[in-house]
């Protein structure tokens, strides 16, 4: 086991712990609470109430006695008298050594600044021993190290909330699990994200209900059915709520409901990278254009063929042979499968050619072997997550990070105001009906390690999807 994981398991079992004293704490409260409201409504209760009213006329009457001997006390006099000629004549010995605090003592307004500056130090001292706002938590799947579906745990960590004015505290329902998120847990992305030895959230996309929401979001409010999703490198939202930018969230359309919705948002996100920003296609407006879509059943792909179709392209679709039905159903005008060799996949591919565009979504073919399918002036383009090459950076370029993100933007990433164009675009397309999520199988939070080994074997059709009511 590496030091990291140790550490990252030990700090779980610290967090159980810390559970479990808080519960007893909880219960002995409870207990103490009832025990003196017994007291407090029987006769012992009565007497106490009665002692304690003659303790407190005792006490006050011996205040005054001492108030009125000690104005009578001629002793009592004369100190003061020595006191005040004492402090006279420190504070003329202080004027002689030093002209300035004379002229301080005689500045109001510095006086006015020391007793500012008196009462601001011993108001912060004496609220230090105030009970503090103690923070809540929530439960979430963490990638503890980066040695693969095995470093991952459900974990209890801090709940977020929302700081800034454009932030949207949600409470998740239901999220996906991506191709990224197999890759982030075995290190792809950890430099920009930030975290080189672990320890963060995985989860790209969410739907759930709205439960706070900043002044600076105006068309999202409490209780809004919502989905959204998140660039590769900002934290995960496989927890039970989150926070994220207003204009990364969108209401989700009325006829899906949390396990179907929440195949679309990040997946539609690549898509449309893959298709508009980087394909140079339109919607609505791609007419006669050929396009083929490798591994067209994935979570991606099957995206990718639905928009490719309605937009008005001829598609074209390899897939396994046992999925050929739900490419079809997909509405792929010629749908062709894969075979073993990679020669045979493209010969077949050939009669259909050459593709305006071709879109990688899976690993049935390598990029090298699909050069001779284009037309001329194609693109290739994919919905995969591609390598980066801050992940080999060595410890003394990580310091400078931060400076290199400051000048040059973080790589395969959209700007956060572009996040919300793709996810308006298909809200409007599943509620009217053209657009249908696949879904492959729904897991609970405590699955999601065995999910993501499943994800790696590529036997998977559709997305799959988390549920955090099954906690």
């Excluded at 610290?14 to 009832?34: C, D, H, K, P, Y």
């Excluded at 959230?201 to 209900?209: A, L, N, Q, T």
């Excluded at 508009?276 to 792909?301: E, F, I, N, Y």
């Excluded at 309605?310 to 509405?331: D, E, I, K, S």
């Amino acid at each position: 086991m590496k030091p990291e994981e140790l550490l990252f398991r030990l700090e779980q079992a610290s967090n159980n712990l810390m559970l479990r004293m808080e519960w007893q704490t909880i219960a002995f409260n409870e207990r103490l609470v009832g025990l003196l409201e017994r007291i407090s409504h029987s006769t012992a209760g009565d007497r106490y109430r009665e002692v304690a009213a003659v303790m407190k006329e005792i006490l006050i009457r011996i205040v005054h006695a001492v108030k009125e001997r000690a104005a009578q006390s001629e002793h009592i006099s004369i100190l003061k008298e020595i006191a005040k000629t004492h402090l006279k004549l420190l504070a003329r010995r202080l004027s002689v050594m030093s002209p300035y605090v004379h002229k301080v003592i005689e500045n109001r307004l510095a006086i006015a600044y020391v007793s500012l500056l008196i009462g601001f130090l011993g108001g912060k001292y004496w609220i230090s021993g105030y009970p503090q706002l103690q923070p809540l938590h929530m439960m979430s799947v963490v990638c503890g190290s980066y040695s693969g579906p095995d470093g991952l745990a459900l974990c209890r960590i801090e709940m977020p909330r929302v700081q800034c004015n454009d932030e949207v505290l949600i409470k998740v329902m239901s999220a996906g699990l991506d191709r990224s998120d197999l890759l982030a847990v075995s290190g792809w992305g950890k430099v920009e994200r930030g975290k080189v030895y672990g320890g963060f959230s995985i989860g790209r996309d969410f739907c759930g209900v709205v439960v706070e929401a900043g002044i600076g979001v105006a068309h999202l409010h409490p209780g809004d059915r919502v989905w959204g999703a998140v660039p590769y490198n900002m934290a995960g939202t496989l927890s039970e709520q989150v926070v994220v930018k207003g204009q990364m969230v969108q209401r989700m359309p009325t006829n899906l409901n949390w396990e179907g919705a929440a195949t679309v948002p990040y997946s539609a996100l690549q898509v449309w990278g893959a298709l508009v920003w980087r394909g140079g296609l339109k919607p609505d407006q791609a007419a006669g254009v050929s396009v083929l879509v490798v591994d067209g059943v994935t979570d991606t792909g099957c995206l990718a063929v639905q928009l490719a179709c309605m937009w008005g392209a001829n598609v074209t679709v390899l897939c396994p042979a046992r999925t050929v039905p739900l490419a079809h159903a997909l509405g792929a005008h010629i749908v062709v499968a894969a075979r073993d060799e990679i020669a045979e996949c493209i010969q077949d591919l050939q009669e259909s050619g050459p593709f305006d565009l071709i879109v990688h979504s899976g690993d049935l073919l390598p990029k090298s072997s699909i050069a001779s399918l284009l037309a001329l002036n194609g693109k290739c383009t994919t919905t995969l997550p591609s390598s980066l090459s801050s992940d080999g950076w060595g410890r003394l370029r990580r310091m400078f990070h931060p400076l290199w993100r400051s000048l040059f933007s973080t790589p395969n990433t959209p700007r956060p105001n572009k996040v919300c164009e793709p996810l308006i675009y298909v809200t409007s397309a599943v509620q009217s009906g053209k657009l249908q999520p696949v879904l492959d199988t729904v897991l609970s939070p405590q699955e999601v390690g065995a999910a993501l080994a499943r994800l790696a074997t590529q036997d998977i059709v559709g997305k799959s999807v988390v549920l955090f009511d099954r906690i």
